[in-house]
């Protein structure tokens, strides 16, 4: 069985701060992991995705994750936060990089401080 | 290229009355997938197709929930009769499982937000 598991339902950064957002994961296979956003009253939009390549994985808006097996995790960063990520971010996992079931976390609510 | 598009964007409808959502995916796209959101949660998955076929529904309830998708291409979801606690966001999202995709190719449409009432 695969999860995830989000520390944190809520973080607040102030613009210019370190966004660090938590993901750990549980997979009795090799997983594949994603970092999604969704801004509100829309869909979800895919950020970043590891996908057993390097375990360094840059994304979209200047986010990147790092995957580490021993920890398993798949912690979500971004050097200096701006106003415009504020969102709602979701971890997931899947078996396969396409055609499968997507896990998702139950979200963390990123808000910025002017 | 106009994404996976959803409609109606919003619906409010009385409990014990039916429902129906409507998807049409990317083009190409022959996985679609039906995801239920919660607020303040993750989605999760209600039913995913290959083509025309339904491969997994194992969390799909069958007693008020049904979906098709004819021709393999746009799909309806429709839930009958609606109760309070349907009330949430139901996304699709389509991916294709053939050659390469620079994007992982699975794509979330906006979403039909529900409310009963």
């Known amino acids: 069985a695969q999860s995830v598991t989000q520390l944190g339902s809520h973080v607040s950064v102030s613009e210019g701060a370190l966004v660090l957002l938590r993901c750990n994961y549980s997979s009795s296979v090799p997983p594949y992991l994603f970092w999604y956003v969704q801004y509100p009253n829309q869909g979800l939009q895919l950020l970043l995705k590891y996908t057993s390549a390097a375990t360094l994985v840059k994304g979209i808006n200047g986010f990147e994750a790092e995957f580490k097996k021993s920890e398993t995790s798949f912690h979500l960063t971004k050097p200096s936060a701006h106003m415009s990520d504020a969102a709602e971010y979701f971890c997931?996992?899947?078996?396969?990089?396409?055609?499968?079931?997507?896990?998702f976390g139950s979200g963390t609510r990123l808000s910025i401080r002017p | 290229e106009a994404g996976v598009v959803q409609s109606p964007r919003y619906k409010i409808i009385e409990k014990k009355q039916p429902v129906a959502f409507w998807c049409n995916p990317i083009?190409?796209?022959?996985?679609l997938y039906w995801y239920l959101q919660n607020l303040g949660q993750g989605p999760e998955l209600l039913i995913r197709y290959e083509n025309e076929e339904a491969v997994d529904d194992s969390q799909l309830p069958k007693d008020r929930f049904s979906a098709e998708r004819l021709k393999g291409v746009d799909s309806t979801l429709k839930i009958q009769p609606a109760e309070l606690g349907d009330s949430a966001v139901y996304l699709c999202a389509s991916s294709s499982n053939t050659g390469t995709d620079s994007n992982y190719g699975y794509t979330f449409g906006s979403g039909t937000r529900l409310t009963v009432v």
């Open positions: 997931a996992v899947s078996r396969y990089s396409s055609a499968s079931k997507i896990i």
């Open positions: 083009s190409g796209h022959n996985t």
